[in-house]
Structures are given as structure tokens and as C-alpha cells.
């Protein structure tokens, strides 16, 4: 049987932040590069992502009305912050679809960076569902030092 999926940031990614390859910031330019396009897409429980997750894959993505391989955009209207010693950063909006059908249990989204060879940001996890002809919604939570949905400390 696979893995259970885990609620973790990817290990690469904490490498890929300390070479600059990742730029979250909204307004901010990397040289003549603006913020990178992040995504986020679901997958099926027990597909095994999790820290050593490094990029997307559409290998236990779901699949169904209303969801288009790769997954939706992440809307990035808020710059990364710091506040004391941790830096953090959460998308403008939750992450939704809408009239998706999934008939199979699901319990994981990967948010990735799409602009820089769809390199894994962290997988989050909930708990398993199926969605008959409804919407879902990943609530964002408050984007503070010790509530945001990335967190370096």
C-alpha cells in the first residue's frame, strides 16, 4: 500500500529559497523577473507526498468535473513578511473549485512554483473526501508570524 500523504514543506525548497530560485514576493523583481506563478493541486490520499516531494507531478493527482490537471492558480496578492525572526507568507484568497466532482477520496493539495520548473513548495493535507457537483474551498489562514501558511523561523 503507498504512503499516507503528509502535511510538510518540501525539503527542497528550503535548499532552492537559500539559492534564490524561488521569488514570492508580489512587487518585488528578481533581476528582470517579477513574482513567480504559484499553483496548487489535489491528490488523492495515501500518494505518498509529502518533505520529499520536489515538484509536480500529475502521478495521484485527482481527476473529475471540474478540475483541470495542474490545478488553479494561487492568487499572490500579499508580499512575504517578517516579524522577530520569522519570515512568512500566505495567498491573497483561499483556493477553491468550483462544480468539481471527485469520486474518489482525496486529502492533499501541493502548492508549487509553475514559473520555475514546477518545483514543490509544500503539500498540505485535510481530511478525506469526495465532492459530488460542489465547490471546495481550502480556507487561507490569517497571514501573521505564527499563523501563515509558510512559516521560516
Avoid at 535548499?15 to 534564490?20: A, H, P, T
Avoid at 517579477?34 to 489535489?42: E, G, I, N, P, R
Avoid at 503539500?123 to 474551498?137: C, K
Amino acid at each position: 500500500m503507498p504512503a499516507s500523504n503528509v502535511q510538510a514543506m518540501a525539503t527542497s525548497f528550503k535548499g532552492e529559497v537559500l539559492q534564490g530560485i524561488h521569488n514570492l514576493g508580489v512587487g518585488v523583481t528578481r533581476g528582470s523577473t517579477a513574482a513567480d506563478t504559484l499553483k496548487a493541486a489535489l491528490y488523492y490520499q495515501n500518494e505518498g507526498l509529502g518533505a520529499s516531494t520536489t515538484a509536480y507531478s500529475a502521478t495521484g493527482e485527482v481527476s473529475g468535473t471540474g478540475y483541470t490537471a495542474g490545478g488553479n492558480t494561487v492568487t499572490n496578492a500579499t508580499a512575504p513578511a517578517t516579524s522577530g525572526t520569522t519570515a512568512y507568507w500566505t495567498p491573497s484568497a483561499n483556493l477553491s473549485w468550483t462544480g468539481l466532482t471527485i469520486s474518489s477520496l482525496f486529502d492533499c493539495v501541493l502548492i508549487y512554483n509553475s514559473t520555475q520548473a514546477n518545483r514543490a513548495i509544500a503539500t498540505f493535507t485535510f481530511a478525506a473526501q469526495t465532492v459530488a457537483a460542489g465547490n471546495f474551498i481550502i480556507t487561507m489562514p490569517v497571514n501573521a508570524a505564527t499563523s501563515a501558511l509558510i512559516q521560516l523561523n
